[in-house]
């Protein structure tokens, strides 16, 4: 409630921290994209930390850290959790936990002469 009028979100969820994409590739390169991190009913420029994050296989780079990368440890397949921090540094701030999946690579083969053999790997 402010100034005596009660405020409705008509968008959906309530402010918070957001991740774009929450998967990779298993073994991939450090600093492949994982997504973008942004704050959703906030005010001003944010910030980004990782303040829980399971080894070194994701880290956070670009400006105010908003991007969530592969890290320097390959992940193998899996899932796994972390937790990040945003400041604005004028008071306003949030957490939130994200799970990260890295997945397999699939790979299409196949022989251009006859489409009957054509396989899929999974590796």
Do not use: C
């Not at 005596?4 to 492949?32: D, E, K, Y």
């Not at 994050?53 to 397949?77: F, M, P, R």
């Not at 937790?83 to 997945?103: E, Q, R, W, Y």
């Amino acid at each position: 409630m402010r100034n005596g009028h009660r405020f409705i979100n008509i968008f959906g969820s309530p402010g918070g921290i957001q991740l774009s994409g929450a998967s990779f590739v298993a073994g991939a390169a450090q600093g492949t994209a994982i997504g973008t991190l942004s704050v959703r009913g906030g005010s001003g420029t944010y910030a980004f930390t990782l303040t829980n994050s399971d080894g070194s296989e994701v880290q956070l780079a670009g400006a105010n850290n908003a991007s969530l990368q592969v890290g320097s440890v390959a992940a193998s397949v899996g899932s796994f959790s972390i937790s990040v921090h945003a400041d604005n540094g004028l008071g306003s701030t949030f957490d939130a936990t994200f799970l990260i999946t890295a997945v397999a690579a699939v790979f299409l083969a196949m022989d251009m002469s006859d489409f009957r053999n054509t396989y899929i790997l999974g590796l």
